[in-house]
């Protein structure tokens, strides 16, 4: 076994963006008449997507939303949070910086449960898109973290660049959720968690758990996957 890419979460990983979705929830759920308590959404629902998180919302609130619900909210919220991000770096301090090195390494991918327009406004903002070989978003997989299906679809679409065969466990996973690791260990591979949303404790079923994104260290990745 050898280090030969990484896939990346986006939202709480590379982005500061987790509190901007937070307020487009909650403004959006206002006019629903239903409150988020920022304690809840991350104990409860920060590691899923927005079909995932109107869902269970739904559900816990008793609300009933049905599908076109659903979508309505959904649209509601992305139009919120695009509002929210504009004019301003939403990138955490040397997040940029990782993703140039990584890329200069060896191929790069984002699996994230935010929706590809979102993710790829930031990157085309900050000129990091052209740094990553796939890119998977919410629309991409039919289930969405805590299940495997975007890490394997990343490794899937990762696969391309090699003119052999990509394992799993050839590739580290970058994440900062209990959901997120979840879904990069069930598909096979090895895991980093950044503290940045949840203290260590919470990541202690990562490989090798960091404080923040600036502190990656290719080499470590590599002692990762070695044999």
Known sequence: MTLRAIVFDFDGVLANSEPLHLRAYQDVLANEG????????????????????????????GRRWTAA????LVAGKAVRLEALERDHSI????????????AAAMPIAIASGALGVEIRRVLDREQLASCFAAIVAAEDTRLSKPAPDPYRRAVEL????FEDELEAEDCVAIEDSRW???????????T???????DRSALAGADLVI???DSLDLRDLAQLCSP
């Open 34 to 61: 239903v409150t988020l308590a920022e304690r809840d959404y991350y104990a409860r629902y920060l590691g899923y997507d927005d079909v995932g998180v109107f869902t269970m919302l739904s559900a816990d609130r």
């Open 69 to 72: 619900d659903i979508e309505r």
């Open 91 to 102: 990138l955490f301090p040397g997040a940029a910086d990782v993703v140039r090195r990584a």
């Open 158 to 161: 990762l696969s391309d660049r």
């Open 180 to 190: 997120g690791l979840q879904s990069a260990r069930a598909a096979g591979l090895r």
């Open 192 to 198: 980093v968690g950044v503290a940045h949303t949840y």
């Open 211 to 213: 404080d923040t994104i």
